[in-house]
């Protein structure tokens, strides 16, 4: 995890902005200059403006094997929670790991996809309680 530090947060506005141009950025490391490839200068920017937003920031690689609570606190639920989503509605793919095959190991994939999946279940139901609401305020009105 990252966090900006007390004092950063005007030079990390001034960071994000320049990366967020699509110029190209040359970065040096003791003797030697190189310029960063365009995936990198992206990846930075984004960090840079989400630090100069005062956010945390956690990098991982997309196919990084979680525990569960690692999970559980990236859903914002708790370890049993997350333990019952994965036991009994099968959700989320896990495989045991251990010498007796009691930890539960999911992937930082699976779990984002999950997440994405409710977040975007969540838009479509207030979508369409949205309509229902508003013609019950407007039978109710006469």
Same mark, same amino acid.
């Not at 004092?7 to 200059?33: D, I, N, W, Y």
């Not at 992206?42 to 609570?69: H, M, N, W």
């Not at 333990?83 to 699976?110: A, M, Q, S, Y």
């Not at 999950?114 to 039978?139: C, I, K, M, N």
């Given at each position: 995890m990252?966090?900006?530090?007390? +004092? =950063?947060? @005007?030079? $990390?506005?001034?960071?994000? /902005?320049?990366?967020?141009? !699509?110029? %190209?950025?040359?970065? #040096?490391? @003791?003797?030697?200059?190189?310029? $960063? %490839? %365009? !995936?990198? *200068?992206?990846?930075?920017?984004?960090?840079? #403006? &989400?630090?100069?937003?005062? !956010?945390?920031?956690a990098?991982? %690689?997309?196919? =990084? =094997?979680?525990?569960?609570?690692?999970?559980?606190?990236?859903? +914002?639920? #708790?370890?049993?929670?997350?333990?019952?989503?994965?036991?009994?509605?099968?959700?989320?793919?896990?495989e045991?790991? @251990?010498?007796? +095959?009691?930890? *539960? *190991?999911?992937?930082? *994939?699976?779990?984002? #996809? &999950?997440r994405? +999946?409710?977040?975007?279940?969540?838009?479509?139901? !207030?979508?369409?309680?949205?309509? /229902? /609401?508003?013609?019950?305020?407007?039978?109710?009105?006469?």
């Amino acid at each position: 995890m990252i966090d900006p530090e007390e +004092g =950063e947060l @005007g030079l $990390l506005r001034e960071l994000a /902005s320049a990366l967020a141009k !699509s110029e %190209p950025v040359v970065v #040096s490391c @003791g003797h030697m200059e190189m310029q $960063l %490839p %365009p !995936s990198a *200068r992206d990846g930075l920017s984004r960090v840079a #403006s &989400y630090l100069a937003a005062d !956010s945390s920031v956690a990098i991982e %690689p997309y196919d =990084e =094997e979680l525990t569960t609570q690692e999970a559980a606190d990236l859903l +914002g639920v #708790s370890r049993p929670y997350f333990i019952r989503l994965l036991e009994d509605k099968k959700i989320i793919p896990f495989e045991k790991v @251990g010498v007796h +095959g009691k930890h *539960r *190991r999911v992937n930082l *994939r699976d779990v984002l #996809s &999950y997440r994405d +999946g409710r977040a975007l279940d969540a838009v479509q139901e !207030s979508r369409e309680l949205a309509p /229902s /609401s508003v013609e019950a305020e407007t039978t109710s009105a006469y």
